[in-house]
């Protein structure tokens, strides 16, 4: 049972153009949540899907983040017009069900460099 | 103030010494609470949950006080491979919530 896929690891940008992250989760997880983590910070929740369906995204920046968990395929986090700000590196992990008790399980992360 | 607070680092500790860790969280409709290690550039990874009652996993304790709103984590005879950063992770209405870490560095 593969883990929490994420791709690109590395991914590298100039300002402007537009960056997709994708994350598989682990087979039989229909949750996904999406953070970002800044140079020396911790992780800053940004938003949490099932299947089609957006449950909270009140930690994505109004402008130009999106993010999407179709019905088949991996969840898509997508950045328009870069910034160098936009530098940090962007975990996904998945759950089974809905999570207080059980744990979530990480993928290796996207490392965005904006440029 | 942050909903998850955790000590400033870096701890840098000898190897053996016994480590403490504390977190505190504002928020009092958090459902449960987590421990989890981070090393330089890799994914977070569950070291442990936390419970009210206490648990224990080899030389790692846990603790939770709910009217404290306060969790800590206890690591004996601290080992070289211990070096990592620690995070105190809150869930709270399906959201995991995560303090900002605290370093460690274990000196041999």
């Known amino acids: 049972n593969a883990g929490v896929m994420q791709n690109p690891r590395h991914l590298v940008r100039r300002r402007g153009q537009e960056a997709r992250l994708r994350c598989s989760p682990m087979k039989g997880h229909s949750h996904v949540y999406w953070y970002r983590q800044l140079p020396e910070e911790g992780l800053k929740f940004m938003v949490y899907?099932?299947?089609?369906?957006?449950?909270?995204e009140s930690g994505m920046p109004k402008e130009r983040f999106s993010a999407e968990f179709p019905k088949e395929g991996p969840s898509i986090l997508r950045i328009q017009q870069v910034v160098r700000g936009d530098s940090a590196a962007y975990f996904c992990?998945?759950?089974?069900?809905?999570?207080?008790?059980?744990?979530?399980?990480f993928g290796q992360g996207t490392r965005l460099t904006v440029v | 103030r942050k909903e998850v607070e955790q000590d400033p680092g870096p701890f840098n500790v000898p190897e053996g010494a016994t480590v403490a860790f504390n977190c505190t969280y504002s928020n009092s409709a958090s459902q449960s609470f987590f421990w989890y290690r981070q090393d330089c550039r890799k994914e977070p990874k569950l070291l442990m949950s936390?419970?009210?009652s206490g648990n224990e996993d080899g030389r790692f304790t846990a603790q939770l006080n709910r009217a404290s709103q306060y969790i800590s984590l206890l690591i004996r005879d601290s080992k070289l491979s211990d070096s990592a950063t620690y995070l105190c992770?809150?869930?709270?209405?399906?959201?995991?919530?995560f303090g900002k870490g605290t370093r460690l560095h274990i000196l041999p």
């Open positions: 992770v809150v869930n709270r209405d399906d959201k995991i919530i």
């Open positions: 936390v419970y009210s």
């Open positions: 992990a998945s759950s089974p069900q809905r999570t207080p008790e059980t744990e979530a399980f």
């Open positions: 899907l099932q299947k089609e369906n957006i449950i909270d």
